[in-house]
């Protein structure tokens, strides 16, 4: 296992690098770029322009600028944003506490709605309860975060003015754990209700193959009760594909949501990067890309590691 | 969006970046004289852009000026008439006071400033002459700075005394007042080897109302009261946080329930639903910001060569029609909810004004005349053609912008109804105004036929007019893409009075010069002053002291707004 584990760890780094080389040409490829913002300057010469280029490094080649980005950040500097001046490094790690408090609540209030709910479907399947879960399951699967959130913020905001319309807290006031989370409320709404709807269709199908297989006959046969047949002999089996799709949303924790972000106005990691993307501030764009790689990768290699534990017929050499 | 892109390099001239409003004198929250100023709260600013710095060298945008000045001052202001007001200044130096001294040769100047004394940074660190000029050095060592325009004229400056400053210009520097807008603390950022990169870029010390004590990206900035501020009882609030918020229609939603109490950029198609508001009032200040149609005489094509002459827009008999055929009043009236006033020229405010005839207006029967008379003949799907040439034409934009858009369409529909196709192809603003060769805007590679899009001159127009009328300023492979006259217009009348205006400290002989390069542009029919806008920023009514300026962002006397009780 630790061979196994060793191994992909190696593999990742190729993989790694192959990710910011073309994230990086991507970058480079789309029209307009960082000196954009220059423009309707009335006191910004073509020789400024040029200077700032300089400054920058963005007069060098693609592949030069590209090298100095890689021998940098592979020795810990991750640049400076080109906009407001600042360690990339720092203000990363200055949003991510903001988005693992917004995502870590989302992920927990996802899983302990979705997995009863997916359970009990399963359980009850084609009884008047399924049928409303599936329903608004799917309805909730096909709706886009962006279209949700505003939704959430018009009728609980702006009509009935029993929440905030944004932000993190109330700005002028000292902490206050009411206030910390009525402001929570709707992002963690927002993205919950697509999440559960997620989850449970997962453990449902699952969950309804795993109930008809031998061996739980087998456990009801030598007189288990119906309520350790299904947690100890079915669920175990059932979450495994849960299991990888919620290690697989695991990097979402440190990257964010990115459109809910932007919507609700949180200082988290979605909008340093949907900032970043809009003043094509290339070092941030690139820091944040790379960070967000990484996490993919070693997700990928937690839900197999997962895998090999609920099911001892999985091997790894 | 073309606030997205605007800048300043000075405090006062961190312009509104909006133009011209209705009529009359900005709006004020001046109450009535019964409701006296109170002193104490918190006021919260919602802002739908967010400042990536507040330090003077690097600010590029118009919302990082608008935060900054809260605490930031500079030598000099620029009220809303267009005068220059001294600020750390005892008085602006000009010819008659004898603070600037022209050579005899009269090709440099010496400019002297005699600061006001027992003046502190709000860390009660003596404010005094050597600031200034380690201002100054900064902008020339800097690799960083955004621009050196005007503080590269300067060769020399000399501190006699802490409250003296001489500035040794190596040449005749008229706009010298808008420099020195916003000034650094030598005795903390000197301490730094760059100063991009320190703190002082996200809390830049300053002289002002109030001091920054939170800068917390993606969220919000606070402002606290300046204790050493130098005016006794001002500020009157103590406080103001300033918001950051995703999105316009965000602000306005947070200002309607009262979660904050102003908020800034309001566009023209809000103040519809924001006018039914009692609670709310807007802030309408005229802006020297223009829209403008430029019709390039050039080839539409990569890298056109300036002396080539456009198919269609070659002929001044089509540009004509294409102005006479543009109903300014009717998109002022329905697009921009008369919030903007139909433009003559891109100099709207301030003495160097147009105030020459207006440019032609609304008249689609004379076009077609026009278009006849020239040899223009409509065919079977009613465009007309030429010599075999299509009169079909595009127009470029940026995406995205409703108003902009909305526009094309009105120009499609009217242009139509001349035989003059008009297809609409527009390009994010991260290309369309790159204001960049090597990023393609169409503008500079002359890949367009009609652009539209806004341009806000300085208080002094020589650098605008210059590089965007003069013909020395087209951009070409030949000159690596230098200068922005997009139209591509050649004309030595415009050419000479721009000259002439650049050429004296005189202020009527300067108007009077940009006035007739102003009405040569017209007469060649190569711009379509489309419209001069406001800037709209709304308060909470329970908001008082605050007034709009036309060449500043209404922060400009945050320190005299105040909460009613």
Known sequence: ?317 | MRRFFIAFASVALVVAACSQAPSGAPASGTPAAADAPVRGGTLIFAMWQEPTTLAPPYLNQTIAGLVSQVAVEGLTRTDTDGKYQPVLAKAVPDVNNGGVKVSADGKKMDVTYELLSGVTWSDGHAFTSADVKFTWENRMKDPKVVNRAGYDQIEAIDTPNDTTVVMHFRSVYAPYPVLFQFLLAKHVAEKEADLSKSDYNQRPLGTGPFKFTEFVAGDHITAERNPNYRVKDKPYLDKIIFKSVPASEVAIAQLKAGEVQAMWNILESQTPDLEKESAIKLAITPSPSVERVELNTAQNKDMTDPTSVHPVLGDIAMRKALVWATPKQQLVDKLLFGKAKPGSSGYSQGWAKYTGPPQDGYDPKKANDELDKAGWVKGADGIRSKGGVRASLTIVTTTGNKTREQVEQVLSDEYQQIGVELKIQNQPSSVFLSGSWSAGDPRKRGTFDLDMYATSPDIDPHNHIFTRSHSSQIPSAANNGVGNNYTRLRSPDVDKAIEEGGATLDLEKRKVAYNKAVKAINDSYAIIWLYERASIDAFRSNVGGWQGNVWDNITWNAGDWYLKK
């Open chain 1, 1 to 317: 296992m630790i061979t196994y584990v060793l191994r992909r760890l190696i593999q990742a780094v190729p993989l790694l690098l192959g990710i910011t080389v073309v994230s990086f040409a991507i970058l480079k490829a789309i029209p307009g770029g960082p000196m954009a913002a220059y423009e309707g300057n009335p006191n910004i010469t073509d020789e400024d322009i040029r200077r700032l280029e300089h400054a920058l490094g963005l007069d060098q080649p693609v592949y030069i600028q590209y090298l100095s980005w890689l021998t940098a950040f592979v020795t810990g500097d991750w640049g400076y944003s080109y906009s407001s001046h600042r360690p990339v490094l720092a203000s990363i790690v200055e949003r991510l506490p903001n988005t693992l408090y917004l995502m870590g609540t989302v992920y927990v209030v996802t899983l302990l709605v979705a997995v009863p709910i997916g359970i009990f479907t399963a359980l009850r399947q084609y009884s008047w309860f399924d049928h409303i879960v599936t329903g608004t399951t799917f309805a909730f699967l096909s709706t886009p975060t962006f279209w949700l959130g505003l939704l959430l913020i018009i009728v609980f905001g702006l009509q009935l003015h029993l929440l905030p319309l944004g932000g993190m807290a109330t700005l002028g006031t000292d902490f206050d754990v009411v206030d910390r989370i009525r402001h929570l409320i709707l992002p963690v709404a927002t993205l919950s209700l697509v999440g559960i709807g997620r989850y449970v269709r997962f453990l449902r199908a699952s969950m309804l193959e795993t109930l008809t297989q031998d061996y739980l006959r087998t456990a009801r046969a030598k007189g288990l009760v119906e309520r350790v047949v299904v947690a100890r002999h079915a669920l175990k089996n059932a979450s495994i594909p849960l299991v990888t799709v919620a290690a697989l949303d695991l990097p979402e924790l440190f990257v964010g949501a990115l459109v809910t972000e932007q919507i609700f106005g949180w200082p988290g990691m979605g909008r340093l990067y949907w900032d970043a993307a809009t003043r094509s501030d290339y070092p941030v764009i690139m820091g944040f890309l790379a960070v967000a790689a990484a996490l993919i990768i070693l997700a990928n290699l937690a839900a197999d590691v997962f895998y090999a534990y609920l099911d001892p017929r999985i091997r790894y050499a």
